[in-house]
């Protein structure tokens, strides 16, 4: 059961290039949620999903893209990156279909994104 | 609205000594709390939570948090620490909407355990 697994874990890209950053689970969860964390602060939520076909803001959107075609997949893909979004990215998921609580979330690694 | 305060943001203790990481909250609605960790290039990963349940949670690795809704507080301790305990620990709060998307989070405590 590999859980949240997330690619790349280091990228560094120049201004203005763009690229998707990418995210599956393998426990069936229906939610799933893109944060960034950037040094001394929390996560901030950028995206979150709570069903394929559903996606919907969070925090801090801006700058960002999600799509969510299957229940295992959630691509964040970033158009035109900028040195703002120089962060640490964490994929996300949560729900307990046994209980129907979506209180636990489930993390990935996470991916280092330099914008130079 | 709903907001936490980690009071710290950094602690420093010995191995074998108690841990106390402090976290004040704010929230409209009668909240849920949780303590997260992340070691070294890890995602996080949950210590514990609060659900209007017993108010004293019992979370993994020894750890639990009392929740004192006096003082709007929900620190974490434990009695003996750890070298594996050295590690950033988050705490989080949701407002009682249903969704987790209305979680926050504070800003971390980094926890160093020293010989």
């Known amino acids: 059961n590999a859980g949240v697994t997330q690619t790349p874990k280091f990228r560094i890209l120049k201004i203005g290039q763009s690229m998707t950053l990418q995210c599956t689970q393998d426990?069936?969860?229906?939610?799933m949620y893109w944060y960034r964390q950037d040094p001394g602060m929390g996560l901030k939520l950028i995206y979150y999903?709570?069903?394929?076909?559903?996606?919907d803001k969070g925090e801090v959107p801006n700058g960002y893209n999600v799509s969510r075609s299957t229940t295992e997949d959630f691509p964040l893909r970033l158009e035109l990156a900028a040195p703002s979004q120089t962060s640490v990215y964490f994929c996300?998921?949560?729900?307990?279909?046994?209980?129907?609580?979506?209180?636990?979330?489930?993390f990935g690694s996470g991916t280092q994104l330099s914008v130079l | 609205a709903q907001s936490v305060t980690q009071l710290d943001s950094h602690v420093s203790v010995s191995e074998g000594t108690p841990v106390l990481l402090r976290c004040n909250y704010s929230?409209?609605?009668?909240?849920?709390l949780f303590w997260y960790v992340q070691h070294p290039n890890k995602g996080l990963q949950l210590l514990l939570k609060?659900?209007?349940?017993?108010?004293l949670v019992k979370g993994i690795n020894g750890f639990e948090a009392e929740f004192k809704k006096s003082e709007t507080s929900f620190h974490l301790t434990k009695p003996s620490a750890h070298m594996s305990d050295a590690a950033e620990y988050f705490c989080?709060?949701?407002?009682?909407?249903?969704?987790?998307?209305?979680?926050?989070f504070g800003t971390g405590t980094r926890l160093q355990v020293t010989l």
């Open positions: 989080v709060v949701r407002g009682n909407t249903g969704t987790a998307s209305k979680l926050t």
């Open positions: 426990m069936n969860h229906n939610y």
């Open positions: 996300a998921s949560s729900f307990d279909r046994a209980t129907g609580r979506n209180e636990k979330l489930f």
């Open positions: 929230s409209s609605y009668s909240p849920s």
């Open positions: 609060y659900t209007s349940a017993a108010t």
């Open positions: 999903s709570v069903g394929a076909g559903i996606t």
